[in-house]
């Protein structure tokens, strides 16, 4: 006997249950060589039934789950080239104090909308620095004048500056 005829699987027929096995495996992305050794056979005899049965294993894949409502949004927003922090980014420089608080607070909600976890922190943060320093401006905090006067303090005008300058580092 030759050495090829040594190493040749035996030929073995498979019932219907079998192949349809072989079947949902070869669909699923398993190679024809992983199922010849489980199975018992040869690989070419697995490529030849999913040729003449039209075995695809694109059939199986996994689907794209549909988008939520929030993701097409963000993916409209980013198509679009509106960004999340572009109520932070319209802030004018002379701005009042409540302004930029209520644009610091929608930047932050449209950034955890946009998934943007870490930057609405930093939003979140800078809008709640903000309010507090609007309340202590409005209790009348000693030495500003305050006495609940909405003017543009001192005050008032270097918490502005540090929030314009914070904007322009994350450009």
């Not at 699987?9 to 019932?15: G, I, K, N």
């Not at 319209?90 to 009042?96: G, K, R, T």
């Not at 309340?135 to 929030?163: C, H, K, N, V, Y």
């Amino acid at each position: 006997m030759t050495e090829s005829a040594l190493n040749r699987r035996p030929y073995r027929r498979r019932d219907a249950d079998e192949w349809a096995e072989v079947e949902a495996l070869y669909r699923a992305g398993a190679t024809a060589k992983a199922i010849a050794a489980e199975y018992g056979g040869t690989e070419r005899t697995i490529y030849t039934r999913a040729r003449e049965h039209g075995w695809l294993r694109r059939d199986d894949r996994a689907t794209k789950p549909k988008m939520t409502p929030g993701a097409a949004e963000a993916k409209a927003r980013r198509i679009s080239g509106v960004k999340a922090d572009a109520p932070a980014r319209a802030l004018e420089p002379d701005a009042d104090l409540s302004a930029a608080t209520r644009a610091a607070v929608r930047t932050t909600v449209g950034m955890l909308r946009d998934g943007h976890p870490a930057r609405a922190y930093a939003y979140g943060r800078l809008a709640a620095l903000m309010l507090r320093l609007e309340r202590s401006l409005q209790e009348g905090a000693p030495g500003d004048g305050g006495g609940g006067d909405r003017g543009r303090t001192a005050a008032d005008a270097a918490a502005m500056a540090f929030i314009l300058e914070r904007l322009g580092e994350e450009a």
